[in-house]
């Protein structure tokens, strides 16, 4: 098995390795596309329970009865890509824990769920939405480790912090799920926290007078819809200073 495992990976490793002469022309292939899809996929299934990511911790769902759910965007599991100390795992069925801020996964078996490590994920995709797993001690402006949604690449940056508390009910009133959502603008590699239009134009200043009129025009609203907002001026700032 091992020696299979080998085999395979040493095969995908030479096929990334072509000339970009070679590189261009295969990337035109589909064929080219869905040998090394294939390969991956075997070296996936060769390493089997021995691979990393499925070296978590067992989890157990809460069983209190309480509106909403602890998970992102459903109470079911998504699919996605995992990087998972480097090695990306994908079509990856997981659920995304916003009170705990993890990732669980199904074990190799199938059997168990299983919480893994959230110092260990590099990132994670749900469909569009690209998370990065960001240490505070080495992000200026950040209050804690943890996940943070990639709203907007560039200079400056966009990103999201949501979080999901439980909250007991009072009398007869049922528990249930609130979201949180943390916005930052990450300028010259700090992180400022956003909460609203006149934060965000404070952080952005340089060009205070072209924002104020962009967003009165396009009739941006902060507290209605405050993460669109944020990102269509945030994309508007890039595209003055580029």
Not at 127 to 134: A, C, E
Request: glycine share 8%.
């Amino acid at each position: 098995m091992k020696w299979r495992s080998l085999v395979i990976f040493a095969t995908i490793y030479q096929l990334s390795c072509f000339s970009n002469t070679q590189a261009q022309q295969f990337s035109d292939s589909l064929n080219y596309k869905e040998s090394v899809s294939n390969l991956y996929r075997k070296y996936i299934d060769g390493i089997g329970d021995n691979a990393q990511i499925y070296h978590g911790i067992e989890y157990i769902r809460n069983g209190q009865k309480a509106n909403g759910f602890p998970y992102y965007e459903k109470d079911s599991m998504g699919t996605g890509t995992i990087s998972y100390r480097g090695t990306v795992y994908e079509n990856q069925k997981f659920f995304y824990n916003l009170v705990s801020d993890d990732i669980i996964i199904y074990n190799y078996q199938r059997n168990a769920l299983i919480g893994l490590l959230p110092e260990n994920v590099d990132s994670f995709s749900i469909g569009s939405h690209v998370y990065l797993y960001i240490l505070a001690v080495k992000s200026k402006g950040l209050p804690r480790n943890g996940f943070y949604e990639k709203l907007f690449d560039g200079e400056p940056g966009l990103y999201a912090r949501r979080e999901k508390k439980l909250y007991n009910g009072t009398g007869s009133e049922e528990a249930k799920y609130i979201q949180y959502n943390t916005y930052y603008i990450k300028l010259k590699d700090e992180y400022y926290i956003v909460d609203g239009k006149n934060s965000m134009i404070d952080i952005l200043k340089d060009q205070r007078d072209a924002l104020k009129k962009y967003i009165r025009i396009n009739k941006l609203n902060f507290k209605k819809d405050p993460e669109n907002s944020l990102l269509l001026s945030t994309t508007f700032y890039y595209r003055l200073k580029n």
